[in-house]
């Protein structure tokens, strides 16, 4: 018996039933990410022709979105309708009370006819499937809703991966050109095997030596502006309103006061130097030097002044070409205002210097400290390897650059003299980049080292850096004209002119006495509308940067700076272009906003009801029925043709058609 009851259940129905169910959430998914591609994007005026009539994007969307809505309701509508039509049928057959044509007339109509939810007294009998007919008719509402979660708004677009400006310092545009020393090709496993061999052709590899050469010009440019300005040079954003933030390697440098017996030996030399012929009227008041820093370097070697065998002296600083492998590329900066001092009157005016240096007594150590004020400055800068963050923000094309620097290194940065690259592979396609010109066992075939390349280009940032600040500045006597400054540095030419060691090179009344020296822009005027008023302006800072604070944050800003020469950023040919960039949008425009909240409260009602619809659905096909039933009119005829009624149909009545006769209402009706 049993088995027989199991081939009574058919599987198409219940299938259909769980399959609508199961189809229609995949369309409400469906429908959620759809919208979910739009959140953020713009509504672009893009039109699509179709059937010669124009539809824009938006409309293209909103008919979209509206189409997955009439989907959704369709598969859940019809999921319902057949559970609803397996518990009609199991009430139908198997309840007491007795059921009349009109009430399976209400019972089979509600799904379709609305008016038929009005028959109270066929509803007071059965609720449960009144409950069921009205979700029925309620779960459509939810298509109403759902494509309105989509609507346009004003706001920025979401991120973009963009390319962004960045500094090329893994590759060769930062350095002047660097051409081959002139000594000859090195050789490696080319004599070990016979020319024109296999294993010739395989092993041999020439390399050749290449000297570096300094930084290239467009470095040098963009120093010296950044230096001028004090401020980080725009570089050309992708958007006029837009922001992004970059993580990369770079040069920085770490300045700090120099240490107690180094101070006195600068001292000493600047002195030695002061005291010596007739220095003192060109004792310097600000000196940046950059000697020769190696491991075997002694404090000696790093003194601002060498004396020579004749007691002349030479200032102690090396170019960039000059240096050794391996060598530091450190700037040494001293700022001595005492040296600048003028005592006297106008025409009677001498340096103090040379007012010490002509009242020299035996007390060499004394004498020296009365060269040097309290004020005296000494620092030194070494170049590091460094990690950069720097966020971008740019509004209506104005640029904020807020950076934050984390040594990566302990150790200061060691340049490179020279490089060796491939020139020669007989047969195989090779690329070599060295420090050196050794190929060690086990190492690569074809060694290429980018930070070979990264290193070279700190070191030219660090020499244009040095260049800009490198010299001496001091007073000048001469009969005609006086006193007057001269240099051999670009210091004044920089912001490092505002920071309070360097303050009296910009007002001279620090270093010189006003009413002994007068100038032009101090003239006071002495009444009320003299034409004196303002012909000079008095720029002064309440917060003035320190020198070695300033000095470090000058060469960040030049860092960044960098980027703002196209020559200087990336190739895009190049092995090692970076990927593009996570940039923001600030520019206010009409994109799409997406209410997943509203989506998923409409949709998830509508599912949650017909989920159990469906489930009473299926309890009534295994576990009532032991059958299931379709809205077929085979389904109808068989149920009809085994049906008892309380009265006979009489033959005018037999052709169907409305309306139901009065005799017929209330006869009852009995199914198998």
């Known amino acids: 018996m049993a088995v027989g009851t199991e081939e009574q259940i058919h599987w198409r129905t219940p299938a259909s039933m769980v399959g609508s169910l199961l189809i229609g959430c995949l369309f409400a998914i469906g429908h959620h990410l759809f919208y979910q591609s739009l959140t953020g994007k713009l509504t672009t005026t893009y039109t699509y022709t179709v059937l010669g009539a124009n539809l824009t994007s938006q409309q293209v969307n909103i008919a979209a979105g509206t189409a997955f809505a009439f989907l959704v309701r369709a598969c859940l509508v019809s999921s319902v309708s057949l559970a609803y039509l397996q518990a009609v049928w199991y009430t139908a057959k ?54 309105a979660t989509l609507s346009v708004g004003v706001g920025s677009p979401p991120p973009r991966l963009l390319h962004v400006p960045q500094v090329a310092f893994t590759s060769l545009s930062l350095l002047a050109d660097m051409h081959s020393n002139g000594n000859g090709d090195v050789s490696v496993n080319c004599w070990t095997y016979q020319i024109d061999s296999p294993e010739w052709k395989e092993k041999c590899t020439v390399m050749t030596s290449h000297l570096y050469n300094g930084p290239s010009y467009a470095v040098t440019r963009v120093v010296a502006a950044t230096a001028a300005q004090g401020a980080i040079i725009p570089v050309v954003p992708p958007a006029a309103n837009s922001s992004w933030t970059l993580d990369f390697l770079g040069p920085s440098i770490k300045c700090h006061a120099v240490d107690d017996e180094t101070r006195a030996q600068f001292k000493t030399s600047i002195a030695n130097f002061t005291f010596s012929q007739e220095n003192c009227d060109r004792a310097p008041g600000y000196l940046a030097w950059t000697p020769r820093v190696s491991s075997r370097t002694g404090l000696r070697d790093i003194l601002p002044y060498l004396r020579a065998e004749n007691k002349t002296y030479s200032f102690n600083t090396v170019s960039a070409k000059a ?5 530091l590329p450190t700037l040494f900066v001293a700022v001595v205002p005492s040296l600048m001092e003028i005592d006297g009157v106008i025409y009677n005016m001498t340096s103090t210097a ?10 060499g150590q004394e004498d020296i400290s009365r060269l040097f004020g309290s004020n005296t400055t000494m620092l030194r800068c070494d170049l590091y390897n460094s990690t950069y963050q720097a966020d971008f923000d740019f509004v209506n094309g104005i640029q904020q650059v807020r950076v934050a620097v984390s040594n990566l290194e302990d150790t ?7 490089v060796y690259a491939s020139s020669y592979q007989p047969q195989r396609k090779c690329d ?6 050794r190929l060690e066992v086990g190492e690569l075939d074809c060694p290429f080292e980018p930070s070979v390349l990264r290193t070279l280009s700190y070191q030219a940032v660090m020499d244009a850096f040095t260049q800009l600040l490198g010299g001496t500045l001091h007073w000048s006597q001469d009969i005609n004209d006086g006193f007057k400054i001269e240099s051999n540095t670009t210091i004044t030419s920089t912001s490092l002119i505002d920071s309070p060691e360097l303050a009296f090179l910009s007002n001279l009344n620090f270093v010189t006495n006003s009413s002994s020296w007068p100038s032009l822009q101090n003239i006071d005027p002495q009444w009320n509308n003299s034409l ?41 040919s190049s092995a090692f272009f970076p990927p593009p960039t996570n940039v923001k949008l600030s520019t206010l425009q009409n994109i799409y906003v997406y209410s997943s909240y509203k989506l998923w409260l409409a949709y998830g009602l509508a599912i949650s009801a017909s989920t159990t619809i469906v489930v009473f659905g299926l309890v009534a096909i295994f576990l009532l029925n032991h059958a299931s ?8 005829l068989r149920l009809a043709r085994g049906a008892e009624m309380s009265v006979e149909v009489e033959k005018s009545d037999l052709d169907g058609r409305d309306p139901l006769p009065k005799y017929l209402e209330e006869s009852s009706v009995k199914f198998r």
């Open 432 to 437: 070599i980049l060295n420090k050196d010109n």
């Open 94 to 147: 198997n309840t007491r009370q007795s059921i009349t044509l009109a009430n399976m007339d209400v019972l089979l109509s509600a799904l379709s006819n609305a008016l038929s939810l009005a028959d109270v007294f066929t509803w007071w009998k059965w609720p449960w499937l009144l409950l069921v007919a009205l979700l029925n008719w309620l779960i459509p509402i939810a298509a109403i809703f759902t494509p």
């Open 354 to 363: 040379c007012s010490i240096r002509s009242n020299q007594t035996d007390q």
């Open 323 to 327: 240096r050794f492998n391996q060598d």
């Open 629 to 636: 039933y379709s809205q077929t009119f085979s389904s109808s």
């Open 532 to 572: 004196y008023h303002g012909l000079s302006n008095k720029v002064t800072q309440d917060i003035k940067i320190p020198l070695q604070t300033g000095l470090e944050t000058l060469f960040q800003n030049i860092t960044i700076s960098l980027a703002s020469s196209p020559s200087l950023q990336f190739n895009a």
């Open 412 to 418: 200061p940065l060691r340049a490179m003299a020279s």
